[in-house]
Nanobody, 124 residues
Framework: QVQLVESGGGLVQAGGSLRLSCAASGRTFTNYAMGWFRQAPGKEREFVAAISWSGRSTYYADAVKGRFTISRDNAKNTVNLQMNSMKPEDTAVYYC?????????????????WGQGTQVTVSS
């Protein structure tokens, strides 16, 4: 069983930066893609970014492309999300996820293990 624990959320002003981390345990981390999703109040959960098992392939939602960067450290079983030039509309609970795919996917149905989430708030 996979366990995912997010950290690094908090309050930041518009234009600022935050770095989220997700620590994975419970299975061979290097075999599987990882993803980040977010859910804002009153909205459905949406895709943010994904990275392939090797880290060589990444995929981003249009809303964050050019501002967010996903990376992974397979030696430490962690995946990170560097968020720059943040906007108030980035405010949400951010979730780390994994599934049985090796390629970076933006489909929620490709992920079946989720972290508990970390709150990110961007003030204007």
């Amino acid at each position: 069983q996979v366990q995912l624990v997010e950290s690094g959320g908090g309050l930041v002003q518009a234009g600022g930066s935050l770095r989220l981390s997700c620590a994975a345990s419970g299975r061979t981390f290097t075999n599987y893609a990882m993803g980040w999703f977010r859910q804002a109040p009153g909205k459905e959960r949406e895709f943010v970014a994904a990275i392939s098992w090797s880290g060589r392939s990444t995929y981003y939602a249009d809303a964050v492309k050019g501002r967010f960067t996903i990376s992974r450290d397979n030696a430490k079983n962690t995946v990170n999300l560097q968020m720059n030039s943040m906007k108030p509309e980035d405010t949400a609970v951010y979730y780390c996820a994994t599934g049985d795919r090796s390629y970076a996917s933006g489909l929620q149905s490709d992920y079946d293990s989720w972290g508990q989430g970390t709150q990110v708030t961007v003030s204007s």
